[in-house]
């Protein structure tokens, strides 16, 4: 009987101290940055606690409105201030504003310290009261303004880039276009220099010698003999006196240049010169060696001959 | 090919063209001017390809080919189409004799060296086939027996350009049949006094004939031995592709004028019809001068104009001209 009293007696006795252990909880003051703000002013509200360095500190979020007429503009951020042994400092903070004058108590918050999973002390921030205030009007000297307008900031370098690096880059498609455009109407090379070509003579008489260099005829190569030659007297008929030699016949040409009156023995000898071609090409002709060795030359004089005329022509009209 | 011997060649095709000359002239005896006229059936007739005759009545296409057959002393017919002409009427039919008792076969006019189609586009289409097939095969079947029709077999049809009502128009796959497409123009001046001079001094001069049908066959044996170059051949393909992918000769503007082009016959027409050009100017060879001379001829019944081209006035022609003088000359 009398241990049974004095295990009740010592269960009482602990509950009692467990009560007074709790309702011992430490109480932290909280803190404003201000605590009479004008309407709308912006007020930080936090507080600072001392955490031990295995706890792990939870705080409920705050409503918005954190009562009604305060508006919380962003939740609790914490800081680490310093360590202290095992200890930490944290600073938490939270923005709140109020766009009605008045008083307003803000309420109590609770920080719960955990060791794991394990809830191991709580601490309790106090409620603050916070004074909104509006701003005195004197009515003596009140005077109305107009509403203002949207400030005007001045232009960054940093937002000019782009429509800079765009204008530039439009500027130099445009460039592109006009020098292709230019090249392609003067028959030159799209980029790069431009091309500076041959007069016609020395481009044929550099062809002809090409031709003879390679020994053509020499080596039964005849109907390419043959058509290289003329083919390199058609381009130089074709930039001298301008006419399309290459879609025209034999006697087309012939009869073309007859009528702008080209004539001379070395004209006879070139359309002779034709004539062999035509049947070497056409009509598997075997011409004699002195008809093969015949045809630059008569091509070259070909070419000296009218080239001649034509700077005769020049010096007659210049 | 190569082996070839262009000089026997030469010298054996001055030989054998030596009636074109004469030929010529027993025409022109009978035929003012026409020069064209009578070239194209010369080559028609060497190639051994029909003619297509394009022209206004009395342009003298009946009398043309009426005298060439009266020179090469062979058989001469002529058929009007018109509407109401029957396939039996052109080929023959199956005659019963009540006194054999038996069917007997009688051959139509289609049976002859020389044959004039008058207005082929008069007679509806299954008489065309008739006559068309009947070139194309040459034969002609009569009930159960099929006979050949004779050497050489020249068949020139004509097309009235004007009144084109109650017409069949020859269809494409038809037109592409005929070698040559020859339009007949009008004489000129001097030539039209002296037509009217020849009529009203008591008629033409009958021409002799100077050639056998033999002849003519003989002819075109050599004909097709006249040497064409490998560039040659080339440029004739470069023209009839021309036809059909004008962009690829740096003629894109032809493009959208043509709804199609020449056939791989119209390659073969192009050939033949230059050797034979060849020929009768007396050469052994082909040279691009040939293929230009029957271009025209060859390629103008070949080519489709799209409507925009039908709306523009372009004509085949103008197409051909512009293909010619946009594709390399070897």
């Not at chain 1, 430490?26 to 803190?31: G, I, K, N, Y």
């Not at chain 1, 000019?160 to 204008?167: D, E, K, M, N, R």
């Not at chain 1, 550099?206 to 058509?227: C, D, P, V």
């Not at chain 2, 060497?46 to 009426?66: S, W, Y």
Request: charge should be negative; proline fraction near 5%.
């Amino acid at each position: 009987m009398i241990r049974y009293i004095r295990n009740t007696v010592l269960a009482a006795l602990l509950s009692l101290v467990s009560i007074i252990g709790a309702s011992g909880q430490e109480v932290l003051s909280s803190t404003f940055s201000r605590d009479t703000i004008l309407i709308g002013d912006q007020v930080e509200w936090g507080a600072r606690v001392n955490v031990p360095a295995d706890v792990t500190i939870w705080v409920d979020s705050l409503l918005n409105p954190v009562v009604p007429g305060v508006e919380l503009i962003k939740e609790y951020t914490f800081d680490t201030l310093k360590k202290r042994k095992n200890h930490y400092d944290i600073d938490m903070k939270a923005i709140v504003t109020s766009f009605d004058s008045g008083s307003y108590y803000l309420p109590r918050q609770v920080i719960y310290f955990y060791k794991g999973e394990e809830l191991v002390d709580t601490v309790v921030i106090e409620g603050r009261n916070l004074e909104v205030t509006t701003i005195p009007i004197d009515t003596a000297t009140y005077q109305m303004y107009d509403i203002k307008g949207p400030y005007t900031y001045p232009v960054t370098f940093k937002e000019v880039i782009p429509w800079a690096g765009l204008g530039i880059l439009l500027l130099v498609i445009a460039y592109i276009i006009y020098k292709a455009i230019r090249n392609r109407r003067e028959n030159r090379a799209l980029f790069g220099k431009p091309v500076v070509s041959d007069p016609p003579h020395i481009t044929a008489l550099r062809s002809l010698e090409e031709i003879r260099g390679k020994k053509l005829w020499q080596n039964n190569k005849e109907k390419e003999y043959y058509t290289e030659i003329t083919d390199t007297i058609r381009e130089y008929l074709d930039s001298r006196y301008g006419i399309s030699t290459f879609e025209k016949t034999t006697a087309e040409i012939v009869k073309e240049l007859e009528g702008m009156d080209v004539s001379g023995s070395e004209w006879e000898e070139l359309k002779e010169m034709f004539n062999v071609s035509d049947l070497v090409k056409f009509a598997k002709y075997k011409a004699s060696e002195g008809e093969n060795e015949r045809a630059i030359p008569v091509a070259v004089r070909f070419v000296n001959a009218t080239y001649v005329t034509k700077l005769e022509e020049e010096e007659n009209h210049g | 090919m190569d082996t070839v011997n262009i000089k026997e060649l030469n010298e054996r095709i001055q030989l054998e063209s030596s009636f074109v000359d004469l030929l010529t002239m027993e025409m022109n005896k009978v035929i003012v001017g026409q020069k064209h006229l009578v070239e194209n059936l010369l080559i028609g007739l060497l190639a051994n390809g029909h003619i297509l005759l394009e022209g206004m009545p009395g342009l003298a296409k009946t009398l043309a080919i009426n005298t060439l057959a009266s020179c090469v002393n062979a058989k001469f017919n002529r058929i009007q189409f018109t509407p109401d002409l029957l396939p039996a009427d052109v080929l023959g039919t199956m005659i019963y004799s009540q006194k054999t008792e038996q069917f007997q076969i009688k051959k139509g006019p289609i049976f002859a060296n020389f044959i004039l189609a008058d207005e082929i586009n008069r007679s509806p289409a299954k008489v065309q086939s008739a006559l068309l097939e009947a070139m194309q095969e040459r034969q002609v079947t009569i009930g159960d027996e099929t006979f050949k029709l004779p050497e050489p077999f020249l068949v020139l049809a004509t097309q009235n350009p004007i009144e084109q009502e109650g017409t069949y128009p020859l269809p494409e796959a038809q037109v592409d049949r005929f070698m040559l497409k020859v339009v007949v123009t009008y004489p000129k001046k001097e030539e039209e006094k002296l037509i009217i001079r020849m009529n009203n001094g008591g008629g033409y001069q009958k021409p002799q004939p100077i050639l056998k049908p033999e002849d003519i066959a003989r002819a075109r044996e050599v004909v097709k031995e006249v040497y064409m170059d490998e560039k040659i051949e080339r440029y004739i393909v470069d023209i009839v592709y021309a036809t059909r992918t004008p962009e690829e000769y740096g003629l894109g503007k032809l493009k959208d004028l043509i709804a199609y082009g020449g056939s791989p016959r119209a390659s073969i027409s192009l050939a033949m019809a230059a050797k034979a050009y060849a020929f009768i100017k007396r050469r052994g060879y082909v040279i691009p001068e040939d293929v230009r001379a029957v271009c025209y001829e060859v390629l103008r019944h070949r080519i489709g104009l799209t409507y925009e081209a039908e709306a523009e006035n372009i004509t085949t022609e103008n197409i051909i001209s512009e293909i010619i003088n946009a594709v390399d000359v070897p």
